[in-house]
């Protein structure tokens, strides 16, 4: 008895399945766009009034005018990023000027954790997002051959990535396969196809597919001392890291949302990485296996500090542990917190991603927080997982800004967490 024509047969039916709700979702009807925002949100996003934000578009011609529908008006993200830009010239104030400034480094994050479901793709997505709305440049990096980074961005891996038959790049360009598998000397073209720009005015996404398994026996292979000479395995480390250095000028933040499990390119990511973002669930299980992954991590960084040395490789700046789909009313859950608080300190964020039916229902499947409109009556339950959802952000962000040398803002992480530090 063998499995593999039924296998073949079962994954074909799955993956025209999939392709039909990827194209049912990005049909001209249901397009994947990014929505309007209100001008309370707008006002909120750019830290002024609404009442300033009113008298800037009544005011100023160059200033951004948005749509208005009914009494209200509504603004694109890239109107809001030219409301920064214009703010910015207009005031010389800083703050309207987010990102990095000369001379500071792109700040990689990367989502990591042994452990599948925990949310690596849900918060890579969200914090892109988030981030992206505070006017950031913001790259993705889906490093999983499942996929799930690029799927959330209406993208679908079995058709759009990688190369077609003939060589010719596909939509969605060519994963960071296409800049692992590069010929020498190829490294702009490599990087041009590797990186696409999504809905989303400032986030550009290097997609994932199967192909990545390819990337892991072409890293393995490169591996092994035998095959190359001493400075090999510094190589096959750095592969993630050096395609960064090489795009990097042009974003803030790259995020790196990586597989569940120990392979070439996790290592590649742990290499990269200026912060880790450790996502887990509440739940005694996962204690676990987390604990399992701080040995992993300490093993880890020994591992680059001694490759490298610490002047090459600089280290992590950062390493939180993210709460996932909490739900504050379930004992166990805030039993585990409050021992996850206690023993890990000032590494765990004390604002956790809540459980919300806005994600992972499968009508909305495809559709972030920051994306969704809610009906009337997911109204609230929808607001207190968006408010959650910004709390995490504005952590991390503080955290990016430190990695600038920023002084982070005030009672960013005061948090409604247990134990007291
Ligand atoms: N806070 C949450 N509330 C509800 N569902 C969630 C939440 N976070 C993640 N999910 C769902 O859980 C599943 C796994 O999340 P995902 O981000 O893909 O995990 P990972 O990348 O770690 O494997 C997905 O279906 C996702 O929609
Ligand atoms: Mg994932």
Redesign the pocket.
């Known amino acids: 008895m063998s499995w593999h024509a039924t296998l073949e047969g079962i994954t074909k039916r799955l993956r025209s399945q999939q392709s039909a709700i990827i194209a049912d979702q990005n049909s001209s009807n249901r397009e994947k766009s990014l929505r309007r925002f209100t001008s309370k949100e707008v006002s909120a996003l750019l830290g002024i009034t609404e009442s300033h934000l009113r008298n800037r578009v009544s005011s100023a011609d160059a200033f951004p005018q948005g749509t208005l529908l009914g009494k209200s008006r509504y603004f694109t993200l890239e109107e809001i990023n030219a409301a920064r830009r214009w703010l910015h010239d207009n005031t010389g104030n800083q703050r309207y000027r987010p990102g990095k400034r000369d001379g500071e480094a792109l700040c990689v994050v990367a989502n990591t954790?042994f452990?599948?479901?925990?949310?690596?793709?849900?918060?890579?997505v969200h914090l892109a997002q988030y981030l992206a709305l505070k006017g950031y440049r913001v790259l993705i990096v889906d490093l999983?051959a499942?996929a799930?980074s690029t799927a959330l961005f209406g993208i679908d891996p079995a058709r759009h990535v990688g190369r077609d038959a003939a060589g010719h790049v596909l939509p969605a360009g060519t994963s960071i396969h296409g800049w692992i598998s590069r010929a020498t000397g190829d490294e702009n073209a490599a990087a041009t196809d590797a990186v696409r720009r999504t809905y989303w005015p400032n986030i550009d996404l290097v997609a994932a597919s199967a192909i990545l398994h390819s990337s892991e026996d072409m890293l393995k292979q490169r591996s092994m001392p035998s095959m190359h000479g001493p400075m090999a395995e510094v190589d096959w480390h750095h592969e993630v890291r050096a395609f960064l250095d090489h795009v990097g000028d042009a974003y803030d933040v790259a995020i790196l949302?990586c597989r569940?499990d120990i392979n070439m390119l996790s290592v590649n990511a742990f290499s990269a990485a200026d912060g880790l973002i450790v996502?887990v669930l509440a739940t005694n299980m996962d204690l676990q296996s987390m604990t399992e992954f701080m040995a992993f991590l300490a093993v880890t960084e020994r591992r680059l500090l001694k490759l490298y040395g610490k002047d090459i490789w600089r280290g992590w700046t950062f390493l939180r542990v993210l709460v996932?789909?909490y739900v504050a009313t379930s004992r166990p859950q805030t039993e585990v917190v409050d021992s996850m608080n206690l023993v890990l300190g000032p590494l765990m964020i004390r604002h956790p991603?809540?459980?919300?039916?806005a994600?992972?229902s499968a009508g909305n499947?495809k559709w972030t927080l920051y994306e969704y409109v809610p009906a009337k009556s997911e109204d609230r339950s929808y607001k207190r997982?968006v408010a959650a959802m910004d709390a995490v952000g504005s952590v991390i962000e503080a955290e990016i800004l430190g990695f600038w040398g920023r002084r982070p803002q005030e009672g960013a992480d005061a948090g409604y967490g247990v134990a007291a530090e």
């Open positions: 954790n452990k599948g479901g925990v949310g690596k793709s849900t918060s890579t999983d499942q799930s949302d569940p996502p996932n789909r991603m809540v459980e919300t039916s994600l992972g499947m997982a």
